[in-house]
């Protein structure tokens, strides 16, 4: 075998070997199941119903003190009423007897707009009372809920997390035997797929779901070329390389 057919077999061994370790770190991480997408979903939930909640509180302070001032405007406008009915007793002509009037006509209707104003705001008070109390308890079921989802999840790191702390190791030293234009490749296939997957083993004269002529079957097999699907530019190893290259990868 020549020196550059000994290279490129090392290079399809040390890829094998990457593409074998990140399947495993996957198969980890995977361990998890949803629950971080569901962590992540009760939290945005419990936040966006906390903004709510909020909301409707300072709604609610609004309506209180808008409440306040209609009650005070009702306050002063009797007590001026009183003050210009006692003032009408003492006038000395008719001119300023109708002037206090429409004073009085005037207080008048400021209570009953103020009045309208409580009575409107009785609705509001109510419904967002409701609204409340209902967001409270929504927000108590999600922190029992995040509680839950949160142990069950610290359960399963605690399996997984040395795991994956000795396959990133393991990582890191396949890495290292791989050409950086090589390296550059793989990483753009593993991101271009869904499954991570640069590197495929040829099984039954197939890889990746994907028939592989004879010819280039036999290619494949003497391991002295990089050779790309067709289809899809993933890599393709003959299973028995693949097996050999990845025997002692066991966590």
């Given at each position: 075998?020549?020196?550059?057919?000994?290279?490129?077999?090392?290079?399809?061994?040390?890829?094998?070997?990457?593409?074998?370790?990140?399947?495993?770190?996957?198969q980890v991480v995977k361990e998890q199941?949803?629950?971080?997408?569901?962590?992540?979903?009760?939290?945005?939930?419990?936040?966006?119903?906390?903004?709510?909640?909020?909301?409707?509180?300072?709604?609610?302070?609004?309506?209180?003190?808008?409440?306040?001032?209609?009650?005070?405007?009702?306050?002063?406008?009797?007590?001026?009423?009183?003050?210009?009915?006692?003032?009408?007793?003492?006038?000395?002509?008719?001119?300023?007897?109708?002037?206090?009037?429409?004073?009085?006509?005037?207080?008048?209707?400021?209570?009953?707009?103020?009045?309208?104003?409580?009575?409107?705001?009785?609705?509001?008070?109510?419904?967002?009372?409701?609204?409340?109390?209902?967001?409270?308890?929504?927000?108590?079921?999600?922190?029992?809920?995040?509680?839950?989802?949160?142990?069950?999840?610290?359960?399963?790191?605690?399996?997984?997390?040395?795991?994956?702390?000795?396959?990133?190791?393991?990582?890191?030293?396949?890495?290292?035997?791989?050409?950086?234009?090589?390296?550059?490749?793989?990483?753009?296939?593993?991101?271009?797929?869904?499954?991570?997957?640069?590197?495929?083993?040829?099984?039954?004269?197939?890889?990746?779901?994907?028939?592989?002529?004879?010819?280039?079957?036999?290619?494949?097999?003497?391991?002295?070329?990089?050779?790309?699907?067709?289809?899809?530019?993933?890599?393709?190893?003959?299973?028995?390389?693949?097996?050999?290259?990845?025997?002692?990868?066991?966590?």
């Open positions: 075998m020549s020196t550059t057919e000994t290279k490129i077999s090392s290079q399809l061994r040390a890829l094998i070997r990457l593409q074998h370790i990140d399947t495993l770190i996957y199941g949803d629950l971080p997408e569901e962590i992540r979903d009760l939290e945005d939930e419990s936040a966006g119903l906390q903004t709510r909640t909020n909301n409707i509180r300072q709604e609610q302070e609004d309506i209180e003190q808008s409440r306040r001032r209609s009650e005070f405007d009702i306050e002063e406008a009797e007590a001026l009423i009183k003050k210009y009915e006692e003032q009408q007793l003492q006038v000395r002509n008719n001119r300023e007897y109708d002037a206090l009037t429409k004073e009085i006509e005037a207080q008048n209707e400021r209570i009953h707009e103020a009045k309208e104003l409580i009575a409107g705001t009785e609705g509001s008070l109510e419904t967002n009372a409701s609204q409340i109390e209902e967001a409270q308890q929504r927000l108590s079921d999600l922190e029992k809920m995040l509680e839950d989802k949160r142990t069950q999840l610290e359960g399963v790191l605690l399996t997984t997390e040395q795991k994956k702390k000795e396959l990133e190791t393991l990582r890191g030293d396949a890495e290292a035997l791989v050409d950086e234009r090589y390296l550059r490749a793989y990483q753009r296939l593993r991101n271009r797929y869904r499954d991570g997957r640069a590197v495929v083993r040829l099984r039954r004269g197939a890889a990746g779901g994907f028939a592989v002529p004879p010819q280039r079957q036999m290619e494949i097999r003497q391991r002295n070329r990089i050779i790309p699907c067709e289809h899809t530019g993933r890599i393709i190893v003959d299973s028995e390389f693949y097996e050999q290259a990845t025997s002692d990868l066991v966590v």
